[in-house]
């Protein structure tokens, strides 16, 4: 089971909308495509053991982290905690973000 927090649906919607409105993607719908492809991965493998832990100045954020790599210049970090079979997916960010060198440093 997959659970989202607040925070993630929030943030997510708010990506979707900087996706459309500074025209990385040119239709709303192609936005909307490029988030369900995110939502897919995660569903798909959530579960699987690619899943990391979370560097500790991320893990206010999730004890694992999963990676989407979205095309050649985007790779999204999906935070999340897990308790047996039950999945809280809490923060997502992408390697344009400013605190993305922080998750190598570690």
Same mark, same amino acid.
């Given at each position: ?5 607040? %925070? ?14 500074? %025209? ?19 569903? !798909? ?17 999730? %004890?694992?982290?999963? !990676?989407? !790599? ?37």
């Amino acid at each position: 089971m997959i659970f989202y927090s607040d %925070e993630f649906e929030s943030q997510f919607n708010e990506i979707i909308d900087v996706l459309y409105k500074k %025209e990385y993607l040119g239709f709303k719908e192609s936005a909307l495509d490029y988030g369900d492809r995110i939502y897919d991965f995660i569903f !798909k493998n959530i579960n699987k053991p690619i899943s990391k832990l979370s560097p500790k100045a991320f893990q206010k954020f999730g %004890e694992y982290y999963i !990676k989407y !790599k979205a095309n050649e210049n985007t790779t999204w970090y999906i935070f999340f905690d897990r308790k047996d079979n039950r999945f809280l997916v809490n923060h997502i960010l992408n390697n344009h973000t400013e605190h993305f060198p922080e998750l190598f440093l570690e």
